[in-house]
Antibody, heavy 121, light 107 residues
Framework: EVQVLDSGGDIVQPGGSLRLSCVASGFPFRSYAMSWVRQAPGKGLEWVSG????????YYADSVKGRFTISRDNSKNTVYLQMNSLRVEDTATYYC??????????????WGQGTLVTVSA | DIQMTQSPSSLSASVGDRVTITCQASQDISHYLNWYQQKPGKAPKLLIYDASNLETGVPSRFSGSGSGTDFTLTITNLQPEDFATYFCQRYDDLPYTFGLGTKLDIK
């Protein structure tokens, strides 16, 4: 059974940093791309970042480019999202999701339960 | 960026009804369109991928159609567990934009 478990959300001040983690199981991890998608309270979904199975390709939404970094450790079945220079508007529940293929990070077929990031003074 | 216009934003229906939700892309996205269902406090769930393919395990009362710029999600014989919010998403190219969602509630 595919399982995706995201964690690391917390309350942080504007300008601060946070690292989210996502541990996956039940499938050959290195063969699949992974993505992060966020949802501000009461709002819609926003794709944030994606990484190919081999980590050779990383992709970002313009809203986070230069501030967030996605990475993965295939030996630990884990993907990370390092978030720096956090802004109030980054406040959201962040979901980690498994992609359908090794390269394309947009078709997301299994999702974590979400982890809440609150950016507030 | 390509914009995704989803309508209606909300919809009231009864158990057993047939409902249709539409999603329009501002440019041709071919068949690269997915539909997700989200219930309160839960993660989104993939229902339909590539415009018309039913995800494994999803009931056959869900169906998707369309290509290019106009897409439709249809739910027939609505069941109590179908009352949720539905999002379309394009993934032809970055950024992978979602529609604003359609909240389906009980009439």
């Amino acid at each position: 059974e595919v399982q995706v478990l995201d964690s690391g959300g917390d309350i942080v001040q504007p300008g601060g940093s946070l690292r989210l983690s996502c541990v996956a199981s039940g499938f050959p991890f290195r063969s699949y791309a992974m993505s992060w998608v966020r949802q501000a309270p009461g709002k819609g979904l926003e794709w944030v970042s994606g990484i190919s199975g081999s980590a050779s390709g990383t992709y970002y939404a313009d809203s986070v480019k230069g501030r967030f970094t996605i990475s993965r450790d295939n030996s630990k079945n884990t993907v990370y999202l390092q978030m720096n220079s956090l802004r109030v508007e980054d406040t959201a529940t962040y979901y980690c999701a498994k992609a359908r293929t090794t390269l394309t990070t947009g078709l997301l077929d299994s999702w974590g339960q979400g982890t809440l990031v609150t950016v507030s003074a | 960026d390509i914009q995704m216009t989803q309508s209606p934003s909300s919809l009231s229906a009864s158990v057993g009804d047939r409902v249709t939700i539409t999603c329009q892309a501002s440019q041709d996205i071919s068949h690269y369109l997915n539909w997700y269902q989200q219930k309160p406090g839960k993660a989104p769930k993939l229902l339909i991928y590539d415009a018309s393919n039913l995800e494994t395990g999803v009931p056959s009362r869900f169906s998707g159609s369309g290509s290019g710029t106009d897409f439709t999600l249809t739910i027939t014989n609505l069941q109590p567990e179908d009352f949720a919010t539905y999002f379309c998403q394009r993934y032809d190219d970055l950024p992978y934009t979602f529609g604003l969602g359609t909240k389906l509630d009980i009439k």
